[in-house]
């Protein structure tokens, strides 16, 4: 007889709430091994026991671990396996699933909220099924979890379905380890669960479960706006394809010109307005179902065929996501009924907010804030516990990297790997793009999108975001991380953390935490160049930097500003960073031009009395704060050629001026030379202005020099930081900033370095603009940490 032996496993990582316990148990079934599994603080805790072949390591328990990996459910994800023999139970002759038990050291992953699953899609859509049409279909492999997760661990009683009891099939469903729906927390049908209805904005109920669909669905078609409960909050719905839906909806949300996001049923629909490449069709279809930014498919040059114009006006690119959630999926095959076959099905949906607030979460808080902005709302009672927006993704067709703009749904609170383990640490962010870091292990949690820090409002979540996320972690900051800037709110709650928590407080200047975060990303832990290229960050001379190259040592926390872009005057501080034209006329007068010469200047019209105070302004020296700023110096570009006096939102004029390029240009890029005998170093972006205004007054077309402007920065780029890697000895270069989300940036620098023999490193995981501060800030925590 063989003898038996006893394994026990230990599995931390995306490991509850996902059909990872059936899927032990089948899998132990099959194999013939009894034991036992159960979540716990530490992990799933497996035990399995059967007989042992000493001779070969082929017997069912000692190949069950490797088996376990290759039979993961989909989304399932181990960051960490232990395996240790233990003692043999006599007697034991079946396996079991456990109940979960608790503790502070906990170890598990919360998923991500995941889209509609293909099981639960042929269901909704099936008339024989019992959960026909019903808009909270789900299972463990699908549907929402950390939105509506209180604390942990993952069970009904810690998430807003606490308060639905289980009809007795669905109890048989969640029971059965062989079903799909075992410990599916959400779990539920039409007997038992939520439901939605359709509202008025005094919130009279008007109609229930699918007549409210369908009446929701014939309102849009109408040309009517509706806001919609989601997943992660609200969002506000019109009729893609009408001009005059698309339009009240941006004057009611006072958002003039900002991008619209639209939602398709389907990839047949999306190809209808927008080109894909393979890739960005597997982004699209993905779990995450993020918003994926794609060319607009153009008729004529002029508009997306059968949408409104007003969708995305300044930018050949749409923003477009499939549908997520079964309500959405039951809401557009009602629309595409209402609207019939010569009109698209497409939707907007844009978050549910005024612009600037964070998106609405609850029925009576969406009552409160949305009701001048809709006509109708679609409520269900499921509660939304964490805010969440969607995430916005490009992929970059140059170097077929997926480029992160808004990380938030389907990918939070999946932690950026880190290459060592470290005490907790919380990153606080900076002003605007807000996220916050918490550190645990080799892992850091960077929030969902919080958004700017401008309102009370969005405060108020900011503080909400961390203290959920600690609970759900189980931890407490060992030290606080916040940004040099003394007027931001996030430095300020640093401030009184601090005092009321009895943490250490440190403040790390705004781009070295940028180059941080994208070394931490690809866990570099060498002395490295980073170029943080954005709008605004205060630099340690008390100036506005914002074209910088830093020499970095992500173990010691050493730093120093090695080179920038040539200072100019920021006429009006803050106000300049909304006004392109008083850069431009801040670089003018840096090069020596005091009035118009052949040309008027293209904001005289509007701005002729403004523009008389800059000057004494500018001559003066009064209110005019130093800038080192790249995005500055777009807005200056733009400003000149006339592209945007005056800015609807953040990042406009560039965003303008890089849509405007004549790719099929090919002649000389401006010269944009290093002023290589200056310290620091400095890039000569007066002498590439110069060359900007010498074509602009020789009424060379605007496209030709905003290529030529795009190119010659580059190459000026590549060239600084070539002269700063042989200076240092660093041939690594990290970049980050919002400028880097400009598609020619981030498509070509990284090969301009390349080509200049440097290695580049790229977010990939987070955004580039300003969300991924906070990494950086905890990264610099954990250096203070081990210094002491």
């Known amino acids: 007889m063989a003898s038996m032996i006893r394994q026990r496993l230990v599995v931390t990582g995306q490991v509850q709430g996902v059909g990872f316990r059936p899927t032990v148990y089948k899998l132990a079934h099959r194999s013939g091994l009894t034991g036992v599994v159960r979540n716990a603080a530490e992990g799933v805790i497996i035990e399995i026991q059967g007989p042992d072949s000493p001779e070969s390591s082929d017997s069912p328990v000692r190949t069950f671990a490797p088996n376990l990996q290759d039979a993961l459910p989909p989304l399932a994800r181990i960051t960490g396996l232990e395996v240790q023999d233990i003692t043999p139970i006599a007697g034991e002759s079946s396996f079991q699933i456990q109940h979960s038990t608790t503790g502070e050291d906990h170890q598990v992953l919360i998923s991500p909220d995941t889209a509609t699953c293909e099981d639960c899609l042929q269901e909704l859509f099936d008339p024989q099924d019992r959960r026909f049409l019903y808009p909270f279909i789900n299972c463990t492999n699908c549907g929402p979890r950390l939105t509506i997760t209180r604390s942990i661990p993952y069970d009904r009683p810690m998430t807003s379905m606490a308060c639905f009891s289980q009809c007795p099939q669905c109890l048989r469903e969640y029971e059965d380890p062989l079903d799909r729906r075992f410990h599916a927390q959400p779990n539920c049908c039409p007997v038992c669960g939520p439901m939605v209805w359709l509202a008025s904005p005094v919130g009279e109920q008007l109609a229930v479960e699918d007549d409210a669909v369908e009446g929701a669905a014939r309102a849009l078609a109408s040309g009517r706006i509706l806001a919609l409960k989601g997943l992660g909050g609200f969002h506000l719905v019109c009729d893609a394809g009408s001009d005059a839906a698309v339009f009240e909806l941006r004057r009611r949300k006072h958002r003039w010109e900002k991008p619209l996001a639209v939602m398709a049923p389907d990839l047949d629909t999306a190809h209808q307005v927008v080109d894909t490449t393979a890739a960005e069709r597997e982004l699209l279809l993905s779990a995450q179902r993020p918003i994926v930014l794609l060319p607009k498919r153009m008729r004529h040059d002029v508009s997306t065929q059968g949408l409104s114009i007003h969708l995305a006006p300044d930018t050949d690119h749409l923003g477009l996501m499939l549908p997520y959630t079964p309500l959405h999926h039951v809401l557009l095959v009602a629309f595409r009924s209402a609207v019939g076959l010569h009109r698209l099905p497409i939707l907007v949906m844009t978050s549910g907010n005024l612009s600037s607030e964070p998106i609405a979460l609850g029925n009576r808080e969406a009552l409160e804030r949305l009701a001048p902005l809709v006509d109708l709302f679609l409520f269900h009672d499921r509660d939304i516990l964490v805010r969440c927006d969607d995430s916005v993704l490009r992929l970059n067709r140059t ?11 389907g990918y939070t609170p999946t932690p950026v790997f880190l290459s060592r383990g470290g005490p907790c640490m919380l990153g606080l962010g900076p002003e605007l793009k807000t996220t916050i870091c918490l550190t645990k292990g080799d892992q850091a949690f960077v929030s969902q999108h919080v958004g700017d820090l401008t309102n009370l409002e969005t405060f108020a979540f900011y503080q909400d975001t961390i ?32 005092e009321q928590e009895a943490v250490p407080l440190v403040h790390v200047q705004h781009h070295m935490a940028h180059i941080l975060s994208v070394l931490a990303e690809n866990r570099h832990e060498q002395p490295s160049l980073g170029l943080a290229l954005d709008g605004a960050g205060l630099g340690t001379d008390r100036t506005i930097w914002g074209g910088e190259v830093l020499w970095v040592d992500p173990r010691s926390g050493e730093c120093s500003r090695t080179g920038h872009f040539t200072s100019v005057a920021q006429p009006g501080g803050e106000v300049a960073a909304r006004e392109p034209w008083r850069m431009a006329r801040s670089y003018l007068w840096s090069i020596g031009i005091t009035e118009p010469g052949s040309r008027p200047w293209p904001w005289l019209d509007e701005h002729a009395q403004a523009d008389a105070f800059v000057q004494t302004m500018l001559e003066k020296r009064i209110n005019c704060p130093t800038t080192t700023s790249c995005g500055r110096l777009f807005d200056a570009v733009a400003g000149l050629l006339g592209l945007k006096s005056v800015m609807a939102y953040e990042g406009q004029a560039a965003i303008l001026l890089e849509r405007i390029q004549n790719h099929d240009d090919r002649s000389a890029p401006y010269s944009c030379p290093v002023l290589a005998k200056r310290d620091p170093v400095q890039l000569d972006t007066l002498l590439l202005f110069r060359q900007v205004h010498a074509d602009w007054e020789a009424g060379v077309p605007a496209d030709v020099i905003s290529r030529r402007f795009h190119m010659g920065l580059l190459d000026g780029l590549g060239d600084l930081a070539g002269v700063l890697a042989l200076r240092t000895g660093v ?54 940490a081990v210094q002491g």
Not at 477 to 495: N, R
Not at 751 to 766: D, E, F, M, W
């Open 731 to 784: 041939r690594t270069v990290g970049l980050s900033g919002g400028v880097m989300q400009n598609g020619t940036f981030s498509g070509q620098l990284p090969r301009v370095l390349a080509k200049r023999g440097l290695t580049p490193l790229v977010h990939t995981q987070l955004p580039p603009n300003d969300a991924c501060i906070s990494l950086g800030q905890a990264m610099y925590g954990r250096i203070k």
């Open 399 to 409: 170097t077929l990297q997926a480029e992160p703009f808004r990380r938030a749904r």
């Open 467 to 498: 203290r959920h996320l600690q609970s759900i972690l189980r931890v407490k900051p060992e030290l606080v991380v916040a940004d040099l800037h003394p007027d931001y709110l996030s430095t300020g709650y640093g401030k009184e953390l601090s």
